[in-house]
């Protein structure tokens, strides 16, 4: 049987190359502050809302096996220390507005996506 932390560890995703650029994706043109993230997290949020009413209601997922899609492959794409670094660097850079706006988004919308997801998953 694996342990815990290696069901994590391989679904990890290396992000060490994300973790050079800046974390509000400055190259990106016509993108306010938080748009790629808000999108990610929420993808995220709707996949694991969708899986996590399957596994309930089916029993789809072993819990080695939530454990690693939960944890280690959508904790990994959906790295909410990016949204942390992101969130603080607005405020260091008084973009009060912004950080408002993406701490908002983030987290209101995050969590409509998940339940969205759910439903969907009970409705099959």
């Known amino acids: ?11 990890q995703v290396d992000n060490d190359e994300e973790d050079e650029r800046d974390p509000c994706a ?9 748009e790629l993230l808000v999108a990610v997290n929420a993808l995220g949020c709707l996949v694991i809302g969708f899986l996590a009413g399957l596994a309930e209601t089916r029993t789809a997922f072993t ?3 939530r454990l690693f899609l939960f944890v280690g492959i959508l904790g990994g794409f959906t790295t909410f220390s990016s949204y942390g670094l992101q969130t603080f660097t607005l405020l260091r850079d008084g973009e009060i ?3 408002a706006v993406n ?3 983030s987290n209101v919308f995050g969590l409509f996506m998940v339940w969205t997801g759910y439903v969907v998953s009970k409705a099959l």
């Open 103 to 105: 701490i908002a988004a």
């Open 97 to 99: 507005g912004w950080a």
């Open 1 to 11: 049987m694996a342990r815990n932390e290696d069901l994590i560890a391989v679904g």
């Open 63 to 65: 819990s080695e096996a």
């Open 26 to 34: 400055p190259g990106l043109e016509g993108s306010s502050p938080g």
